[in-house]
C-alpha cells in the first residue's frame, strides 16, 4: 500500500562531492559537442536543487521527482509537462549523460525526453515544448493529439496522421483547421517546416481522406492559400486603399467606415505579443510607413538583419489590421517569424511585452537600414569643445550607420557623464536611446507571513506577517518571527518549506538568503522548548492521509505535517500513540461521540490511530514495528491514516489546511508616485555598480565613477518603461506602484539640456498594461484612434471604448508618446 507512486530503492555508491563533480563535467562536455537531435532531460527543479544543497544538509534527496511539473490529466504512459512551465523556476534541463547517471543514483522519475533543435544563426536551443496539434478526422468527426517537432516538416506531418489514422498518404488531405474552419491545404510534399507553415501550439488541422484521388493531385486548386502571403510589401498595395495615420478613409472607402478596431487572436499565451503590435500599430508615424509602399527600403544583405521578413510579416499584419471590419486577425505569419529569428519568444511561455519591443524596433530598423555599407568610425573624447558640438558629431556619426524610419522616429540622444571620484576626472559621451526605462520606488523590506506551530498542546497554529529586509537572510526572518510570536528565552524554532503535505526541506542556515524563499512558498515555524532538542534526539514528522473517494485501497496526503522532537530510544506503540494525541489536542472538539481528550492514550493492544512508517526512498507505507527506533540522523516519517472516527474527534478542516503563502499579492494600491518623479531618478547621479567600473583615463585604474544622465534629444515618438519586475537569483516580484502619469501635455523641456527651440510637449495615445504577477499575468492595449479622439481598449481579439480617465491604473507597463508640435512647426513640415 503506496500514498504516492512506489520507487526503487536508490543506489548512490559516490560521494555528494563526486557526483558534483562528475554532473559538472558532463555538462560541459555536453556544451562542447552541441549538435541538433542531442537528447535532454527535464527535471523538477525542486528535487534538482534539493540534490544541489544536499552537499550541505545530512540526507541525500530522495528518488528523482518529477510529478510537481507533469499535467495531472496526461497518460501516465506519456506524461506531459505543466503548461507556462518556466526554466530555472520550476524545471531544469541536463544532457543525456547526466540524466543516466541521476537515475543510476537516485532512480525516480517520470523520464521526460526533449531534443536539441538547431535555430537562427547556428544557435541551439531545448525544444522543452514540441507543436501540440489537435487532428479532427472528417470521416467520423473523431479527434486525437498529434506532438511533434516545429522543425517538423509538412511531410513528416503527413505520415504520422495517415500512420495514426491508417490512411493512405495519396488519399489524404490535410488542412490548416484554424478556428475549425478550413484555410490553408498543406502540401504533402512540401519541405517548409510546421513552423513556417503558421501551425502554433494547440492548433486545429482537419484530415480529409478523398477515396477517389489518385496518387498525385494538383496542389494550385482554388482551395489552397498558401500564396495569401506576399513575400514583401508589393508596389500594388497604393496608399489610396489604406487610411492615413489619422484614422480617415481615403477614397474607395465609406466616409463613416472605422478602421484601426480589429483585435488579435491569441495564439497561446500570446498576449504579450498582440498588447506590444497593438500599440505599435497605433503609431502614427508607423501607420502612415508602412500602409504605403517601403519595398526600397528593405535590406536583405544586412548580417543584422532578418532579411526584410520581420519587417514584411510587420507590415503585412498591419495592413490587416487597418483594413475594413472588424473581425479579428490570427497573427500566425508574424508569430512563425517570431519563433524564427527570436527563439526566446517560441513555445507558449508568457514573456515580458518591454522584451518583446525591445527585439521588434531593433529587428525593423536592421531590416530597413538604408546603410548598406557601415563605414567604422572611432568615437571621440570631447575633450573640452561644446556640448552641442560633441552631440551633433556623435549623431551625425550614428545616422552614417543606422538610417530608417525608426532611427527617425523612435531614436534620441542623451548625454553621459563619468566623474571619477579620485583625481575628478570626467568624461563625456552623447548615445542614441529607443526607449527609456524608469525605475520604480521600492520598499527595501519585503513582507513574508509564516505559521508557527506550537509543540506544547496548549495553540496549535497562528500565521504571524512580518518585515524583513529584502536582501536578508534567514536569521532575520527567524528573528522577527521569534519577536512577533513571544519566543522565549529557552525556546527555538525549526523553519520548513512545506509542499504537497509533506516537508520539502527544513531550512536550518541562518546564512540562507532570503531570495531562496519565494512569494509563493509556504513556510512553517515550528516552536520548541530547547530541552526538547538537541543530542539524543531525533525528528519525527506526522503526515496525515485518508482514502481517497470512490476508492477501496488508495490513500491521499492531506493537511499540514506535524514535527515534534523524540528520544532517539526505542518506543512502543503507546508511546508513539501518545505523542500523536498531545500534537493533535488543540484540535479536539469539544462535544464528540468519539471518546474525550483523556480517551486519546490507551492500551497497548488498542491505539487511537492507525499508523505506518514511511520509508524515505520507495515512498511505501510499512508498519510501525512495536519496538519503534526513530532515525537520529534525518527525520522520521509517519503516517496517521485517518477515518470517519479521527475526522469526528478533531477538527481537521480549520487547522491542518489552507496554508498561507509567503506572499499574497493584492489588488491595493499602496504607494503612488509621478512619471516625473520616476524619471528623476532614472536621471539621478549615482555611482557605478562593483561590477561596471570605469578605467579613469588619468588615472589609469578602474574606478567607482559617478554617473550622471541628462536628456538631450527627444525623439517624435517617446516610450516609457516602467520598471515593475524586479530579478534576484530566485526571487521575482512585480511593483504594482501607481504610476500617475499626464495624458495631455506631458512638459518635458526642463529635463532636456538641448535648448533647439524644439517642441518638449507630448501627448499619450498608447498603454501596454501588465495584469497579474510575476511568470505568468496578462497584458491588454490601451490605444487612442486620432480621428475619434476616443480610447479603446484591445484584450487580444476583444476590442471596447474605454473613458479616458479610466486608462490610468497599476498596471499600466509601457507608455507611448508623440510630440505635439507647434503652429509653426506644423506649418513649416507642411512646406517641406
Not at 522565549?488 to 538568503?513: G, I, N, Q, R
Amino acid at each position: 500500500m503506496t500514498i504516492c507512486d512506489s520507487m526503487m530503492e536508490t543506489h548512490v555508491p559516490c560521494t555528494l562531492e563526486e557526483e558534483r563533480r562528475i554532473v559538472t563535467e558532463l555538462i560541459s562536455e555536453a556544451g562542447d559537442n552541441l549538435k541538433e537531435g542531442n537528447l535532454y532531460f527535464v527535471i523538477s527543479n525542486r528535487w534538482y536543487t534539493s540534490w544541489q544543497r544536499s552537499s550541505r544538509e545530512p540526507t541525500r534527496p530522495g528518488p528523482i521527482d518529477n510529478h510537481d511539473i507533469i499535467d495531472t490529466q496526461s497518460d501516465a504512459g506519456d506524461p506531459q509537462l505543466c503548461r507556462r512551465l518556466e526554466e530555472g523556476v520550476d524545471y531544469v534541463l541536463v544532457p543525456q549523460q547526466v540524466w543516466k547517471k541521476l537515475v543510476e543514483w537516485y532512480k525516480g522519475g517520470p523520464t521526460i525526453q526533449r531534443k536539441l533543435i538547431c535555430q537562427r544563426f547556428q544557435s541551439y536551443s531545448v525544444e522543452v515544448y514540441p507543436l501540440c496539434l489537435k487532428l479532427t478526422d472528417s470521416r467520423d468527426k473523431s479527434s486525437a493529439t498529434i506532438r511533434l517537432s516545429k522543425q517538423a516538416s509538412v511531410g513528416q506531418l503527413y505520415e504520422l496522421v495517415c500512420s495514426a489514422r491508417g490512411v493512405s498518404k495519396e488519399k489524404a488531405r490535410i488542412w490548416d483547421y484554424f478556428e475549425k474552419k478550413k484555410s490553408v491545404l498543406l502540401d504533402p510534399s512540401s519541405e517548409r517546416t510546421l513552423e513556417e507553415s503558421c501551425l502554433q501550439v494547440d492548433h486545429d488541422i482537419l484530415l480529409e481522406v478523398d477515396e477517389n484521388a489518385s496518387s498525385k493531385y494538383d496542389m494550385s486548386s482554388a482551395g489552397n492559400e498558401l500564396a495569401l502571403v506576399p513575400v514583401g510589401p508589393t508596389r500594388s498595395d497604393a496608399t489610396n486603399t489604406m487610411p492615413g495615420a489619422n484614422g480617415h478613409s481615403s477614397s474607395g472607402f465609406g466616409e463613416r467606415e472605422k478602421r484601426g478596431l480589429r483585435g488579435l487572436h491569441n495564439l497561446g499565451n500570446t498576449c504579450f505579443m498582440n498588447s506590444t503590435l497593438q500599440c505599435l500599430a497605433h503609431t502614427p508615424p508607423f501607420v502612415d510607413y508602412f500602409l504605403k509602399d517601403y519595398s526600397d527600403d528593405i535590406n536583405e544583405d544586412n548580417p543584422l538583419g532578418m532579411r526584410g521578413e520581420l519587417a514584411t510579416a510587420v507590415g503585412e499584419l498591419l495592413r490587416k489590421l487597418w483594413s475594413s471590419g472588424k473581425n479579428a486577425v490570427a497573427p500566425r505569419f508574424f508569430k512563425t517569424k517570431l519563433d524564427r529569428f527570436a527563439p526566446q519568444f517560441s513555445g507558449h511561455n508568457q514573456h515580458d511585452c518591454q522584451e518583446m519591443l525591445s527585439f521588434l524596433l531593433d529587428g525593423l530598423h536592421e531590416d530597413l537600414n538604408k546603410v548598406k555599407q557601415k563605414s567604422y568610425t572611432e568615437s571621440k573624447d570631447s575633450d573640452g569643445r561644446p556640448d552641442d558640438e560633441v552631440a551633433e558629431e556623435m549623431w551625425k556619426y550614428h545616422k552614417a550607420r543606422n538610417d530608417s524610419v525608426i532611427v527617425d522616429v523612435c531614436q534620441g540622444q542623451y548625454k553621459s557623464t563619468l566623474v571619477c571620484p579620485d583625481c575628478g576626472k570626467f568624461s563625456i559621451t552623447f548615445d542614441p536611446f529607443m526607449y527609456l526605462t524608469l525605475p520604480l520606488p521600492t520598499s527595501l523590506t519585503r513582507s513574508m507571513t509564516v505559521s508557527v506551530f506550537y509543540g506544547d498542546g496548549n495553540r496549535f497554529r497562528t500565521p504571524y506577517t512580518v518585515n524583513v529586509p529584502k536582501d536578508g537572510s534567514l536569521g532575520d526572518l527567524s528573528n522577527a518571527i521569534g519577536a512577533a510570536c513571544g519566543l522565549k528565552d529557552d525556546e527555538s524554532l525549526l523553519l520548513a518549506d512545506v509542499y504537497a503535505h509533506k516537508v520539502y526541506k527544513y531550512l536550518e542556515t541562518p546564512l540562507l538568503s532570503l531570495s531562496e524563499i519565494r512569494d509563493n512558498d509556504r513556510i512553517v515555524a515550528y516552536r520548541f522548548n530547547q530541552m526538547h532538542r538537541g543530542p539524543g534526539k531525533a525528528k519525527l514528522e506526522i503526515l496525515h492521509s485518508e482514502q481517497k473517494q470512490d476508492a477501496e485501497i488508495s490513500w491521499k496526503v492531506f493537511g499540514i505535517p506535524l514535527v515534534t522532537y523524540v528520544n532517539t530510544e526505542r518506543h512502543s506503540g503507546s508511546d508513539i500513540d501518545a505523542i500523536i494525541s498531545g500534537l493533535l489536542s488543540p484540535l479536539h472538539r469539544t462535544h464528540s461521540s468519539a471518546g474525550s481528550l483523556e480517551d486519546t492514550t490507551v492500551g497497548e493492544k488498542e491505539f487511537s490511530f492507525s499508523v505506518f512508517w514511511l520509508d524515505r526512498y520507495s515512498s511505501s507505507l510499512k508498519p510501525l514495528e512495536s519496538d519503534f527506533v526513530p532515525n537520529p540522523l534525518s527525520a522520521t516519517r509517519l503516517v496517521v491514516k485517518w477515518d470517519e472516527k479521527e475526522h469526528e474527534k478533531y477538527d481537521s478542516s480549520s487547522y491542518l489546511n489552507d496554508l498561507p503563502e509567503v506572499y499574497k499579492a493584492t489588488s491595493s494600491v499602496a504607494e503612488k508616485v509621478s512619471l516625473f518623479s520616476c524619471l528623476e531618478a532614472f536621471l539621478a547621479e549615482e555611482p557605478l555598480g562593483p561590477d561596471d567600473m570605469w578605467c579613469c583615463p588619468a588615472c589609469k585604474e578602474n574606478r567607482q565613477a559617478n554617473k550622471k544622465l541628462n536628456l538631450w534629444k527627444l525623439p517624435e515618438i517617446l516610450v516609457f518603461h516602467l520598471k515593475r519586475f524586479a530579478y534576484t537569483r530566485l526571487l521575482k516580484n512585480k511593483i504594482d506602484t501607481f504610476v500617475d502619469f499626464p495624458i495631455h501635455d506631458l512638459d518635458l523641456s526642463k529635463y532636456v539640456k538641448n535648448k533647439e527651440g524644439e517642441s518638449y510637449l507630448y501627448e499619450l495615445y498608447a498603454i501596454s498594461n501588465h495584469y497579474g504577477g510575476m511568470g505568468g499575468g496578462h497584458y491588454t492595449a490601451y490605444a487612442k484612434l486620432m480621428d475619434e479622439n476616443k480610447w479603446y481598449e484591445f484584450d487580444d481579439s476583444r476590442v471596447s471604448p474605454i473613458d479616458e480617465p479610466k486608462i490610468k491604473s497599476p498596471a499600466a507597463y509601457v507608455l507611448f508618446y508623440r510630440r505635439v508640435r507647434s503652429e509653426s512647426e506644423a506649418s513649416s513640415m507642411d512646406e517641406d
